[in-house]
């Protein structure tokens, strides 16, 4: 299939062929869905705790005597009931890493790529401008290519210009095709793309028609 390539005022200035693999397969729903569950899952930090109540701080000592004083019956000042004792049952530091298996994660950001450039949410530019920082350029590249809500940019490589760039510009995050994920892409309404990245993500996810194509421009 072919995606149109636009310049950073928004004209288009002509077609590249991708690989259909890549950008051009009926999207696999479950397989996305299954792909984003994992992704939240992986970034969650897990350190969350609490203290029970041998690790509280407090004596150990009985409070009263079991039987004859009428009041209830009562172990240390460290268990639960009582104020600052030990939390039953509390949050303890855990892993929530969920493993995907890797045909399945290919699968899933190709799904969402496909799906991006079936319903016209994709654009590829040329390149962007990384001379010097300026978020009034980002910003009046991502006005021109018709960018109203949240987008997601994406570079062949990590560049640093591009990232001072847009990073006041809110709703627009910033990433390098190696690092294109299921979560980042669907959080964001319009994806763009340099021409780079294009074929970055056809090296990394397509077949092997693509991954030639992209040895040979690069030689």
Not at 147 to 170: C, H
């Amino acid at each position: 299939m072919k995606l149109s390539v636009h310049d950073i005022a928004g004209k288009e200035v002509e077609s590249i062929e991708v690989d259909d693999a890549v950008f051009g397969i009926a999207p696999n729903a479950p397989v996305v869905h299954q792909a984003l569950v994992a992704t939240l899952a992986n970034r969650r930090v897990g350190t969350a705790t609490t203290k029970t109540r041998g690790e509280v701080a407090g004596s150990t000592r009985k409070i009263r005597k079991q039987k004859g004083t009428g009041a209830s019956r009562q172990g240390g000042i460290r268990a639960p009931q009582h104020r600052h004792g030990g939390i039953v049952h509390g949050p303890r530091p855990r892993s929530y890493a969920k493993d995907l298996p890797k045909r399945m994660r290919r699968l899933a950001i190709r799904s969402v790529l496909s799906a991006k450039a079936a319903d016209g949410s994709l654009r590829v530019v040329q390149s962007l401008p990384n001379t010097t920082p300026s978020t009034k350029a980002m910003a009046g590249v991502l006005r021109a290519l018709g960018f109203e809500r949240s987008v997601l940019v994406v570079t062949g490589q990590p560049d640093g210009v591009v990232k001072a760039s847009a990073g006041n510009l809110q709703k627009v995050s910033l990433l390098p095709a190696a690092c294109l994920n299921v979560a980042d892409m669907l959080a964001s309404q319009g994806l763009l793309m340099t021409v780079e990245a294009v074929r970055g993500a056809e090296a990394l996810w397509g077949g092997e028609r693509a991954k030639k194509r992209v040895v040979k421009a690069e030689a």
